[in-house]
């Protein structure tokens, strides 16, 4: 249920991001101002893509039969992993020029009077936010890290989006204490230890499927410090993939992530670097 709430909150904050700049550019002039009705139509048509991404995973993993099922789970909860460090690495990379490319690209489209071009662009930025978001919420649901009935997960999307608009408000004021550099950053080590989370998660499923081997299993018993069935240990199960029976492929494979994760953010931020332009949080 955590996990349905931080990572709403995330995705939701990073399209409140784009539309707020596209938003506050338009309506600088009289001929932006004209394009307004085209970004909320943007807005819509990638939530409506989002929404009908969902419905085909539901669709597929309904039509599946068990064991295609659990393959499909298993898939989705790697998948989900990938996209969040892809979805880190993009902010860490571009986060400098966001604002910057995304003006250029509604510039254009507005010199030209080409409304059809912002209501695309919008669109595909929208809609890749809600599609990561389908995409991250099944996989969590799926490898079993976001647990509870439907209702309860339904009210955990609903509080990560209430507190996205808080956070976005507190962040357009601005300040020395909470920046937008500070909670990409915070963010960024979120999102990358639920991504560790689904990792191991759908190991556990390949490996009760018996497509990876375990070569040892367990490799220590950790369940008297902490016990991942409840507590402490519960938390650090759903939010970073601890496991107090771990097997050694799951051990390995989990530190090539980490060792993996840390030379791409290090390649993104040499990148980011290089380009020299004004940060798209502190524009």
Not at 92 to 101: A, P, S
Not at 118 to 138: C, H
């Amino acid at each position: 249920m955590e996990q349905v709430a931080v990572i709403v909150w995330r995705e939701s904050v990073e399209a409140l991001l784009i539309v707020g700049i596209l938003f506050t550019w338009l309506r600088a002039s009289p001929e932006g101002r004209k394009g307004l009705p085209w970004l909320w139509g943007g807005v819509a048509a990638g939530l409506v893509l989002a929404v009908m991404l969902a419905l085909v995973l539901l669709g597929v993993s309904s039509w599946l039969p068990a064991e295609g099922q659990e393959w499909f789970q298993a898939l989705m909860a790697l998948l989900a992993c990938v996209l969040v460090v892809q979805m880190v690495v993009w902010m860490r990379r571009h986060g400098r020029t966001l604002k910057h490319e995304l003006e250029g690209g509604v510039s254009r489209s507005v010199s030209e009077s080409n409304w059809w071009g912002l209501l695309t662009l919008v669109m595909i930025a929208v809609a890749r936010e809600g599609s990561e978001t389908v995409v991250f919420l099944y996989g969590s649901i799926s490898a079993g890290a976001a647990n509870g009935s439907a209702g309860s997960l339904v009210l955990a999307g609903c509080l990560g989006f209430l507190a996205a608009l808080a956070s976005f408000w507190l962040l357009q004021l601005g300040g020395r204490l909470i920046t937008w550099r500070r909670f990409f950053r915070l963010t960024e080590i979120l999102l990358l230890l639920l991504a560790s989370a689904l990792l191991v998660s759908g190991l556990d499923r390949l490996i009760s499927l018996g497509a990876l081997p375990t070569l040892v299993d367990p490799i220590w018993d950790s369940s008297w410090l902490l016990d991942s069935s409840g507590g402490p240990g519960k938390i650090l199960a759903d939010f970073a993939g601890y496991r107090d029976y771990p097997a050694l492929s799951q051990l390995l494979i989990w530190m090539a992530y980490w060792m993996g994760v840390y030379l791409l953010l290090k390649r993104a931020a040499a990148q980011a670097a290089r380009a020299g332009r004004p940060s798209a949080s502190t524009a």
